[in-house]
């Protein structure tokens, strides 16, 4: 018996020893990949996730490592929509940007506070509408998205979504057109899209957006059995536990049609995080629905993602999360395996999906390189008199796209080439003046005494090495103490290099100058 339990000790141990290795070995992956720009996630994402973790949590942000390429960097902020947390990160470190990509940034900022605005008072407005006309509605996305926020210039509200009882809703379409919004066609939503200047979006549905059965079976009641908002008759809202698995189940929706922002996980982790810890909610409801439409999994791997993007990552095992994380910042990428295991019950979508986002992005690249005559009228007028002058403009245009591309590709090789003659010289000059220390030491002193310098009276205070700041996008865990394998990085070498000349040459500096002073 005291074999078995000790076989079973050595076994847990093991085990033990395992998972830690494999959390190291993930850690380390993570780090490298991310901080250093290679792989998928290239420098600048892997950097705005530092940034909006830095914000959210209210700490300072880390220092770049190298030089950021700040048009990839503002194109990836729009893309995920979080230029505004972005730019209030940014905010007292204009010595890194250029002057160009601030004002652009400020623009955008500038822009996102307007349309916050502009959404308040379209909300409003359709509100008073739908309660002067009887119609009732149920509110599925609006401005209340900014109560979960430290301050509501950080949210995004992309548009206003409403459920509209079916009887009701040519009516609410009239209204639409009369306060002169224009409907416009996507095959993405299934819901009624109408648009008004400065980017005014809102959607009206006659169902619930939600494609999962068991969630759809559970917002079967019609519009008007919903909460009633406060003061009004006609227009309704989610109860808490309802808003959770409706956002859940929108969740899934943009993750099958690949669409899915870290926005959107950031809405949804803190609005658990400000309306979901009380004790009143109702958690085994949720569990056992949640269960029961088999996203159990992708919601265990979402709260993952999100804590180890804008929160304190616990002990768990982050493998699946980081394919996550790059199937959402890495545009295009698809993962079969991933899609399997998190989502089982939804396989014949995505595979639907899938094969309409190719055919989508075959068609994106060819408007891309031949623009239709519309929009080259825009930029080349003379096509109005003379249209068949837009085959040469294609070629023409190619063209420019092209050398601009190469343009790009020559001036990073230059700057890489560059940073490698400096370190190759550094590296020369550093070895010289070793082989110079060794044969002074072998060669007998031949000086006097009182010539020699006294060290010990003047002691040199050496200069402490600040310690470089911890990668928050590492998963913070017992494994902290242990060492991981930091990324090579050319500046860093060449800072290195530079400290090690300088704290070579201060003996002979302060030398010369002791002789300086007794001469």
């Known amino acids: 018996m005291?074999?078995?339990?000790?076989?079973?000790?050595?076994?847990?141990?093991?085990?033990?020893?395992?998972?830690?290795?494999?959390?190291?070995?993930d850690k380390r992956i993570r780090v490298f990949c991310n901080l250093i720009g290679g792989g998928l996630i290239n420098y600048?994402?892997?950097?705005?996730?530092?940034l909006l973790k830095a914000v959210m949590n209210q700490k300072p942000v880390q220092n770049l490592t190298r030089p950021a390429n700040w048009d990839k960097f503002l194109k990836a902020a729009d893309f995920q929509n979080v230029t505004s947390i972005a730019y209030l990160g940014m905010l007292g470190r204009q010595q890194e940007f250029v002057k160009e990509y601030e004002e652009q940034?400020?623009?955008?900022?500038?822009?996102?506070?307007?349309?916050?605005?502009?959404?308040?008072?379209?909300?409003?407005v359709l509100v008073w509408q739908m309660e002067k006309h009887k119609i009732h509605g149920l509110i599925l996305s609006g401005c209340s998205i900014q109560e979960v926020y430290p301050s509501p210039e950080m949210s995004y509200i992309p548009q206003i979504e409403i459920l509209v009882d079916k009887e009701k809703l040519p009516l609410f379409c009239t209204l639409m057109e009369d306060m002169d919004y224009e409907r416009k066609e996507n095959r993405l939503d299934e819901g009624i899209i109408y648009v008004r200047p400065p980017g005014i979006r809102v959607v009206l549905y006659e169902e619930l957006p939600v494609e999962n059965k068991v969630i759809r079976r559970f917002f079967c009641d019609p519009v008007k059995e919903f909460c009633k908002m406060e003061r009004y008759k006609y227009v309704h809202i989610f109860a808490e536990e309802e808003e959770y698995i409706y956002r859940i189940g929108r969740l899934v929706e943009l993750y099958v049609r690949g669409i899915l922002k870290v926005r959107s996980v950031l809405d949804f982790w803190l609005f658990q995080q400000k309306k979901c810890n009380c004790e009143q909610f109702q958690w085994k409801i949720i569990k056992e629905l949640i269960k029961k439409a088999r996203l159990d999994e992708f919601l265990v791997q979402i709260h993952i993602l999100a804590s180890l993007w804008f929160g304190e990552a616990g002990k768990f095992d982050c493998r699946t999360a980081l394919e996550l994380e790059e199937y959402i910042?890495?545009?295009?990428?698809?993962?079969?395996?991933?899609?399997?295991?998190?989502?089982?019950?939804?396989?014949m979508r995505l595979d639907f999906y899938r094969r309409d986002r190719e055919r989508e992005w075959g068609h994106r690249k060819r408007v891309w390189i031949f623009p239709p005559k519309k929009e080259m009228q825009k930029s080349y007028p003379i096509l109005e008199k003379l249209p068949f002058l837009?085959?040469?403009?294609?070629?023409?245009?190619?063209?420019?796209?092209?050398?601009?591309?190469?343009?790009?590709?020559?001036?990073?090789?230059?700057?890489?080439m560059q940073s490698k003659a400096v370190r190759i010289k550094f590296q020369i000059q550093e070895r010289f003046r070793r082989k110079e220390a060794s044969f002074e030491e072998d060669e007998p002193a031949?000086?006097?005494?009182?010539?020699?310098?006294?060290?010990?009276?003047?002691?040199?205070?050496?200069?402490?090495?600040?310690?470089?700041?911890?990668?928050?996008?590492?998963?913070e865990s017992d494994?902290?103490?242990?060492?991981?394998?930091?990324?090579?990085?050319?500046?860093e070498q060449l800072s290195e290099s530079e400290q090690d000349l300088e704290s070579e040459g201060r003996p002979d500096s302060e030398e010369e100058n002791t002789n300086d002073r007794k001469g």
């Open 390 to 416: 837009i085959i040469f403009l294609w070629v023409g245009r190619i063209g420019k796209i092209a050398w601009k591309l190469c343009e790009n590709h020559w001036k990073q090789f230059k700057v890489r």
């Open 479 to 491: 494994l902290e103490s242990e060492p991981i394998l930091e990324p090579d990085f050319e500046s």
């Open 44 to 50: 600048e994402v892997a950097y705005l996730m530092i």
């Open 446 to 475: 031949e000086q006097d005494s009182d010539l020699e310098p006294d060290f010990e009276s003047e002691p040199i205070l050496e200069q402490e090495s600040d310690s470089e700041p911890q990668s928050v996008l590492e998963p």
């Open 105 to 124: 940034f400020y623009q955008k900022y500038k822009k996102s506070l307007l349309l916050n605005d502009a959404y308040k008072s379209v909300e409003e």
């Open 2 to 25: 005291k074999k078995e339990e000790y076989l079973k000790k050595e076994s847990g141990k093991k085990q033990k020893n395992l998972n830690v290795l494999s959390k190291l070995v």
């Open 329 to 347: 910042l890495v545009n295009g990428r698809e993962n079969r395996e991933l899609d399997d295991y998190i989502l089982p019950g939804e396989r």
